[in-house]
Nanobody, 127 residues
Framework: QVQLVESGGGLVQAGGSLRLSCAASGRPFDTYAVGWFRQAPGKEREFVISISWSGDRTTYGDSAKGRFTIARDNTKNTVYLQMNSLKPEDTAVYYC????????????????????WGQGTQVTVST
């Protein structure tokens, strides 16, 4: 079992930045690919970005291209989502998710690709 805890959400003005963290515990984290998803009220959970277990491969969702980056520190069992140039439409609950992988891919973009989920952190972008 892997437990995931997100942090770093909050209220930010449009054009601002936030860095979310996803802290893992329970099992060695360096065998898990990690993804970030978000869910706005009344909408389905949406893929944002993901990273391979080694950190050298990243897959971007449309909402992340050019504005968001992902990184991980396996010595700290933590994955980071840096969000820049935030827009009101980025307002959502952001979730991190993990899946065990023996490969080097980061191309896990479906909610069904992941086995473990955090509880989410709210990000609100004001105009």
């Amino acid at each position: 079992q892997v437990q995931l805890v997100e942090s770093g959400g909050g209220l930010v003005q449009a054009g601002g930045s936030l860095r979310l963290s996803c802290a893992a515990s329970g099992r060695p984290f360096d065998t898990y690919a990690v993804g970030w998803f978000r869910q706005a009220p009344g909408k389905e959970r949406e893929f944002v970005i993901s990273i391979s277990w080694s950190g050298d491969r990243t897959t971007y969702g449309d909402s992340a291209k050019g504005r968001f980056t992902i990184a991980r520190d396996n010595t700290k069992n933590t994955v980071y989502l840096q969000m820049n140039s935030l827009k009101p439409e980025d307002t959502a609950v952001y979730y991190c998710a993990a899946r065990y992988t023996s490969g080097t891919s980061s191309a896990y973009i479906s909610v069904h690709d992941y086995d473990y989920w955090g509880q989410g952190t709210q990000v609100t972008v004001s105009t």
